[in-house]
């Protein structure tokens, strides 16, 4: 079964910095296409950072020079290193993963930024 499990959210103060992790298992494991997305109360859900198909990396402009995405494909895992947080990143992040055409989404981690 294809799972996604995301963990490593909290609350911080503007400044701190957060490490998100994402699991993946089952039929998932080992693919390229793996990215974060997160959703503000009221807001859609917004692309933060992903890997493309062919490795390369997307970051949205408003989190470019402060989040880092990376991933150990020997443990299945993709991260994302945010740093210098913002009120504005408030939200829920939720990981997303495309194999065969589905799309794939893990229940989300709450990050809160307090200023």
């Known amino acids: 079964q294809a799972q996604l499990v995301e963990s490593g959210g909290g609350s911080v103060q503007a400044g701190g910095s957060l490490r998100l992790s994402c699991v993946a298992s089952?039929?998932?494991?080992?693919?390229?296409?793996m990215g974060w997305y997160r959703q503000a109360p009221g807001k859609q859900r917004d692309l933060v950072a992903s890997?493309?198909?062919?490795?390369?990396?997307n970051y949205s402009d408003s989190v470019k020079d402060r989040f880092t995405i990376s991933r150990n494909r020997a443990r299945d895992t993709v991260y994302l290193q945010m740093n210098s947080l913002k009120p504005e990143d408030t939200a829920v992040y939720y990981c997303?993963?495309?194999?065969?055409?589905?799309?794939?989404w893990g229940r989300g981690t709450q990050v809160t930024v307090s200023s």
């Open positions: 997303k993963s495309i194999f065969a055409g589905i799309e794939y």
């Open positions: 890997f493309s198909r062919d490795g390369s990396i």
């Open positions: 089952g039929r998932i494991r080992g693919v390229n296409t």
